[in-house]
């Protein structure tokens, strides 16, 4: 079970720090993607990080915004998302890819991934 943090309501221009977590078990064997879902939208894909973190991927509507790293000590997957905008506002999701691969897939589509945790929300708004 994936269970998401750090969502909150920021203006824009602001930073926020989304947090993955497992319960019971550990990231470190699996690449983890993280997606949103905007407001009558359909769900996008954010990034993607390796188990190792060596390889990591970015939708271009978000890339020099937002970093996504492993923190290793506590096993979470973490969203680095800087310069935010009103359209970056949704449900911010994280999930493993289907199969538990360690890599992430070449396409950040939603359907190469499950394990969805619950999501965060995320509002970008003055």
């Known amino acids: 079970q994936l269970m998401e943090s750090g969502g909150g309501l920021v203006q824009p221009g602001g930073s926020l720090r989304l947090s993955c977590a497992a319960s019971g078990s550990t990231l470190a064997s699996y690449a983890i993607g993280w997606f949103r879902q905007a407001p009558g939208k359909e769900r996008e894909g954010v990034s993607c990080i390796s188990s190792s973190g060596a390889s990591t991927n970015y939708a271009d509507s978000v890339k020099g915004r937002f970093t996504i790293s492993r923190d290793i000590v506590k096993s979470t997957v973490l969203l680095q998302m800087n310069s935010l905008k009103p359209e970056d506002t949704g449900v911010y999701y994280c999930?493993?890819?289907?199969?538990?691969?360690?890599?992430?897939?070449?396409?950040?589509?939603?359907?190469?991934?499950?394990?969805w945790g619950q999501g965060t929300h995320v509002t970008v708004s003055s």
């Open positions: 999930a493993t890819t289907i199969g538990g691969s360690r890599w992430c897939p070449g396409s950040l589509s939603g359907s190469l991934f499950s394990s």
